[in-house]
């Protein structure tokens, strides 16, 4: 909400015309737009993947065409969608080139951007503000170096001079943690009332830890009150928002409530809890995580975050699989020696700046700054490889009609079709003739509809488990069983390590 003053003010003071408010993830885009609707008033325009089917009055494509362009006071999107905005792969993307011309751009979190393309997005980001009158404002615990990106260092906003007592507490745990031993700390914390939650790598692992604390916390509970909820991009996004805001509800109202979840919970979700253990990822992350930890500084004394390296029932760890960076796990393994009986919220700027200081000077990720020069010289093509994300291959988003109560946008989304039910969803998708006789928006809207309870998937875990419906581009779950009603497709592709974060 402070970055939000900050715009509202540059808007008012005739230095900007509208807000754009960037974020990785739809957890946090959909909480911020919610907050900036109920602070401002205004019309806040929310655009991604998924938007289409939650914001639009179905009845026009002209409502639709404004969501493309970005023609509102206040716009909220995803990454992507502003990548697609700097580095456009068709032609439809540039229309929205014109709403950052004298815009206040929020970009939250982007330390979550791929490090190849980080210091390439830096120079777009620098041109737009150079070129259009923009002004960027980065929000973020953990903001990566700059140098080869922007000509000029960032300011910052926030006074340093100005300390609070440290909020967190972090701890790395020496030697390799398993399944049982995780469980069953996990679990006492929890029967002593601590908000608690267990941070994986890897969905597998997520969905493991939780079945796992399950059984230990089935001892001692008398099973009437849910007190343990699971998160990952193996829930469809309609089930992952409906935990979302489970879990927020019965943090605020009870005590001794469990969270086990991938790294979807590391950035913007505004959960807050007394006690997490997060298996060791690499420092920008351990940050990020441990921004959930006393997140409001409820409590008198600093939470704890235990940092631990993990082996799963083989003896094995994924950690070199989803943080594929040898140089930034060494860095991080250094640190955590280092600092791992003395690091609290104080000595976190240090060690960040430490962290990156050193990956830079062994690593510097310049290559793609070739595609900007390809693309000056007429090679547009070359631009399309800048993406946000690092690319996990190719994915299959699979279809699992949602069983849960339906959000009344996503009713009114489905009626303005004819349908009433999420089976129907898939029946009028495979109808010949359906697709084709929807104009290019209506197509958009409908396929946001499908995409909103679907979980994308590997081809190979696709194939196993999915219908293709005769080669469509979304396929259909087979046996509705293997979709769990917590862990989602979690167990799906078991040896797969690709499907593994978020």
């Not at 008198?300 to 003896?315: H, L, M, Q, R, S």
Request: glycine letters at 6%.
């Amino acid at each position: 909400m402070a970055a939000l003053r900050v715009a509202l003010t540059a808007c008012s003071l005739g230095r900007a015309r509208r807000i754009v408010y960037v974020a990785p993830y739809l957890s946090i885009l959909s909480q911020a737009t919610d907050e900036m609707r109920k602070a401002t008033g205004l019309e806040v325009l929310q655009h991604h993947h998924l938007s289409t089917v939650q914001e639009v009055d179905f009845a026009e494509d002209d409502d639709l065409l404004l969501m493309e362009s970005w023609q509102a006071p206040i716009v909220t999107t995803t990454f992507s969608q502003l990548f697609l905005a700097l580095f456009p792969k068709k032609a439809q993307h540039t229309m929205r080139l014109r709403a950052l011309e004298g815009a206040f751009i929020i970009v939250d979190e982007p330390q979550v951007i791929n490090r190849t393309s980080w210091k390439v997005f830096l120079q777009m980001i620098e041109a737009l503000a150079k070129r259009a009158n923009a002004t960027i404002l980065f929000t973020t615990a953990t903001m990566p170096p700059v140098q080869g990106g922007l000509s000029l260092s960032p300011f910052n906003l926030v006074d340093r001079a100005f300390i609070l007592p440290p909020r967190y507490k972090i701890e790395y745990q020496q030697g390799e943690l398993d399944t049982q031993s995780i469980a069953s700390r996990a679990a006492e914390d929890l029967r002593a009332g601590k908000n608690v939650a267990v941070v994986m790598s890897t969905i597998r692992g997520a969905a493991t830890l939780y079945e796992a604390i399950e059984r230990e916390v089935d001892k001692w509970s008398d099973g009437k009150t849910k007190s343990l909820y699971f998160l990952s991009g193996a829930l469809s996004p309609v089930h992952k928002a409906a935990v979302i805001d489970e879990a927020r509800h019965a943090l605020t109202h009870s005590g001794g409530i469990g969270v086990v979840s991938t790294q979807v919970i590391e950035a913007g979700v505004d959960l807050s809890f007394h006690r997490i253990y997060r298996e060791n990822p690499i420092i920008p992350s351990i940050v990020q995580v441990a921004g959930r930890a006393n997140r409001h500084g409820e409590e008198d004394e600093p939470a704890i975050v235990t940092v631990f390296d993990y082996v799963d029932e083989g003896g094995r760890g994924k950690r070199q699989y989803v943080y594929r960076s040898s140089i930034w796990r060494e860095e991080t393994d250094r640190l955590l020696n280092e600092f791992g009986d003395r690091w609290t919220e104080t000595e976190t700027g240090l060690i960040l700046s430490s962290f990156y200081r050193a990956c830079q000077e062994r690593s510097p990720d310049e290559a793609f700054l070739s595609y900007l020069i390809d693309g000056a010289c007429g090679t547009w093509s070359s631009l399309r490889r800048v993406k946000p994300f690092e690319d996990d291959g190719q994915r299959v988003g699979v279809f699992v009609p949602w069983k849960g109560s339906l959000p009344e946008y996503l009713e009114r989304a489905m009626s303005a079709f004819g349908i009433s039910t999420p089976d129907e969803v898939y029946d009028r998708y495979l109808e010949p003739g359906f697709l084709q006789g929807l104009s290019f928006l209506r197509r958009k809207l409908f396929m946001s509809i499908l995409q909103s309870m679907s979980v994308p998937l590997s081809f190979r875990n696709a194939r196993a488990v999915a219908d293709s419906g005769g080669q469509k581009a979304v396929w259909c779950l087979v046996d509705l069983s293997r979709y769990h009603p917590v862990t989602g497709l979690s167990r799906v592709g078991e040896s797969d390590v690709s499907f593994s974060i978020l």
